[in-house]
């Protein structure tokens, strides 16, 4: 059986992409890697790691992913900052998804800064 790719859309494996964040064996190294590990744990069920990855000011006591949503593609509309140097940035993006079998889009400019060194979802402002 194929290796499966990551559902973040860079073409690589899960196990060779986001499944080395969401395992802790790396950390995102930019804000949009990061962005992007939190799309495929979104995708993949992973709600720890979505709480391990925000923002201690803005991160809910909880996270409950509604099974009935199937995360179906991601697209990154562009990012300012979030290099590997920088201590903040933004990425804006689009996320496609099936809730209960209807087609929807979340589509979103999130902040990300580093938290005790790692990059960490702050918040996100809705794109039109």
Known sequence: MAPRRCPCGTGLTYDGCCGR??????????????M??????????????LLATW?????????????DVR?????VLGTTGGSLLAAEGTVAFRASR???????????????????????YLDGVPLR
Not at 71 to 75: A, F, H, N
Not at 99 to 119: H, I, K
């Open 71 to 75: 995360w179906t593609g991601l697209e």
């Open 21 to 34: 964040l969401h395992d802790g064996t790396a950390t995102a190294g930019t804000a949009e890697q990061l």
């Open 98 to 120: 099936l809730d209960d079998g209807v087609p929807g889009v979340q589509a979103e400019d999130s902040r990300f800064v580093r938290e005790g060194g790692r990059w960490v």
């Open 55 to 67: 923002h201690s000011s803005t991160r809910p006591g909880r996270l409950e992913l509604d099974p």
């Open 36 to 49: 992007r590990s939190r799309y495929s744990a979104f995708a993949v069920g992973d709600p720890a790691y």
